[in-house]
């Protein structure tokens, strides 16, 4: 694995981050995004920011030689983790939710940067740990996580002109 392909990581996990803070400028956080759960920009700005800190944490775990596991079987226990973290974020203020939004995505960079590159490539078990990959792999997956609740809140946004 090279360090061009760490860059480029590191450069997609920061613009997706960045077109989210870009749409969210002067936006309602309350505005519904998942009518069935009650989800709004402020719920999904959570779990981005939970699931930034859990993969921070797996790469941490990674780069000392340990795992780090959430979920066990991600079928049977996904959205009751995801529906507790969510009510756990809703705890914060706006302020302290972009806040910690903004801190995870950092810790997430953070980790993905200090990870030596022949570790991208090693087989690894996923912070879920019904699956396994390697580093990159899982990166990506992240990457296209927070991309897709990015295209949910700009859709919300829009239906809500």
């Given amino acids: ?24 400028d002067g936006i309602d956080l309350e505005i519904c995004v998942f009518s069935d759960t009650d ?14 800190r859990i ?7 990674y780069i000392e030689g340990s795992q780090f596991v959430v ?9 009751e983790f995801n529906h507790r973290a969510v009510q756990e974020q809703r705890k914060f203020s706006t302020e302290g939710l972009t806040d910690e939004w903004e801190q995870a995505h950092k810790e997430f960079i953070d980790a993905l940067s200090a990870m030596p590159l022949e570790k991208l490539s090693g087989d690894y078990v996923y912070p879920w740990a019904d699956e396994r ?7 990506e997956i992240m990457i296209d996580h927070n991309a897709g609740h990015l295209e949910d809140i700009a859709k919300a946004i829009e239906e809500n002109k």
């Avoid at 993969?55 to 775990?61: F, G, H, M, V, Y």
């Avoid at 979920?71 to 959205?79: A, M, T, Y």
């Fill in 133 to 139: 990959g390697d580093i990159v792999a899982l990166v």
């Fill in 71 to 79: 979920i066990h079987d991600w079928d049977k226990e996904e959205v």
């Fill in 55 to 61: 993969l921070a944490n797996a790469l941490k775990a």
């Fill in 39 to 52: 989800w709004r920009i402020r719920d999904i700005l959570g779990h981005i920011a939970t699931w930034d």
């Fill in 1 to 24: 694995m090279n360090a061009d392909v760490k860059a480029s990581l590191l450069t997609r996990l920061s613009e997706t981050h960045t077109a989210t803070r870009e749409i969210l």
